[in-house]
């Protein structure tokens, strides 16, 4: 529902454009190939560490900065992302005849689904190698093949007791090497623990509080509105340190009671129903226009709330949560008008696999990284700096999404 939910599609670009008379369809292009764009700047942006000399606006600003590069744009822009899908998802099952039941069941199984690879991809970050008698290469490379036995989409071809016992030597992986593991930042190696969520964890948290509000909203979309206004003001409370450290309140998972990432998730919802509600109307104008308004709208609270607590994703400030909104509404717009209006999608069909096969693309650095330290391979210094590193880490990005193409057609896709 939220990574590799994709557009019924009937080109050969694999992106679906309407054209701007037709009926509104239960899914757009455009949120697809946003997602693949974004999926492409997020292994781009993580490639950044490998370089040197290169421009500062590209990278993450360190905590405590007021201000942010385009690196602390693309984990939000995702989790808007996820949020404009969530809605179309839970319409799709509730046609396959869904109860309301059967969808949280669901929403559960997938938040957990990120949740235990967040953890697993965290873990790798502090291990410790010789305590745990693996490598950081190993740990990943084992984490991502046992990710890939248990939640990939196996094909018809594959018999279910087959499925099932690959599905069942992927959760053997993980406890054992949850149950291997030793690691942490001092000098007594603890087991396994949550340092943080990661970046799949805390888009499974937004993904939780955001699917079940708009599930029990139902009809009554204002609820939604409310829910956004009240997770931006948990946001501005926590900024403004307004929420006590003894609190009861803490129960609640820092990503949900923190509020800036589910309001981010909640505004891709929010967006998704205004669609929805414009586009039967076949007037894609006024809907760009009120798109536009509101990235207006959200780019000047994001600068009114900006001298109070800064601009910061580390800091997951409420200017952050408002300006990026505004970005990846504007970014949206573009892509709807190129795409779904002018019917432009095919240009965006070579990186087609980065959108429909979004978890496989973002876990095969993982393994990417680890076949490099496994063959021991060393770049040139020249490759690692400056415009031809950026040129390096851009063609990186690119291959990840030509090998998850490469790996779907041989039957490898993962679906939670």
């Known amino acids: 529902?939220?990574?590799?939910?994709?557009?019924?599609?009937?080109?050969?670009?694999?992106?679906?454009?309407?054209?701007?008379?037709?009926?509104?369809?239960?899914?757009?292009?455009?949120?697809?190939?946003?997602r693949a764009i974004t999926m492409v700047?997020?292994?781009?942006?993580?490639?950044?560490?490998?370089?040197?000399?290169?421009?500062?606006?590209?990278e993450h600003v360190p905590r405590g900065v007021d201000g942010m590069g385009l690196a602390d744009t693309v984990f939000p822009a995702f989790?808007?992302?996820v949020g404009m899908s969530i809605p179309l998802a839970i319409a799709n099952r509730k046609k396959k005849g869904d109860r309301t039941f059967t969808l949280v069941g669901h929403i559960a199984a997938r938040t957990l689904a990120l949740l235990v690879m967040g953890l697993f991809l965290v873990n790798g970050e502090y291990i410790q190698e010789t305590a745990t008698g693996l490598s950081r290469t190993g740990w990943y490379s084992l984490s991502c093949l046992a990710f890939i036995l248990i939640w990939n989409m196996y094909p018809v071809t594959v018999k279910p007791g087959v499925a099932r016992l690959l599905q069942a030597i992927g959760v053997g992986?993980?406890?054992?090497?949850?149950?291997?593991?030793?690691?942490?930042?001092g000098d007594e190696a603890g087991q396994f623990a949550t340092y943080w969520w990661g970046i799949l964890g805390l888009i499974g948290w937004s993904y939780l509080a955001s699917a079940l509000t708009t599930l029990f909203a139902g009809?009554?979309?204002?609820?939604?509105?409310?829910?956004?206004?009240?997770?931006?003001?948990?946001?501005m409370a926590s900024s403004a340190k307004l929420?006590?450290?003894?609190?009861?309140?803490?129960?609640?998972p820092n990503p949900i009671l923190g509020g800036t990432l589910v309001a981010i998730t909640l505004g891709g919802v929010i967006i998704t129903l205004l669609?929805?509600?414009?586009?039967p109307q076949n007037n894609s104008g006024r809907l760009l226009l009120v798109l536009g308004g509101v990235a207006v709208g959200l780019m000047a609270l994001g600068f009114y709330t900006r001298p109070y607590w800064g601009i910061a994703k580390l800091g997951a400030t409420p200017a952050w949560l408002f300006i990026c909104s505004a970005l990846t509404i504007l970014a949206f717009m573009a892509i709807y008008w190129l795409a779904d209006i002018k019917g432009k999608a095919h240009w965006f069909s070579f990186i087609k696999p980065a959108g429909t096969d979004t978890l496989l693309c973002y876990l095969l650095p993982y393994l990417?990284?680890?076949?490099?330290?496994?063959?021991?391979i060393h770049w040139p210094a020249w490759m690692l700096t400056g415009g031809v590193g950026l040129l390096k880490s851009f063609l990186f990005a690119l291959g990840c999404v030509g090998v998850t193409g490469l790996l779907s057609r041989l039957g490898i896709r993962l679906k939670l």
């Open 243 to 252: 929420i006590p450290a003894d609190s009861f309140l803490n129960i609640i």
């Open 368 to 376: 990417a990284y680890a076949a490099v330290n496994l063959l021991n």
């Open 275 to 279: 669609i929805q509600h414009f586009r």
């Open 1 to 34: 529902m939220a990574l590799t939910q994709t557009t019924p599609v009937n080109n050969a670009s694999g992106f679906k454009p309407i054209a701007a008379t037709s009926v509104a369809p239960a899914r757009l292009a455009s949120i697809d190939i946003l």
């Open 173 to 185: 992986i993980l406890l054992t090497l949850a149950f291997m593991y030793r690691g942490g930042e």
């Open 79 to 81: 989790l808007f992302i």
């Open 219 to 235: 009809r009554q979309y204002f609820l939604i509105g409310v829910a956004w206004v009240l997770f931006c003001g948990l946001s």
């Open 41 to 58: 700047l997020m292994i781009f942006v993580n490639d950044l560490w490998s370089l040197k000399h290169i421009p500062a606006w590209l």
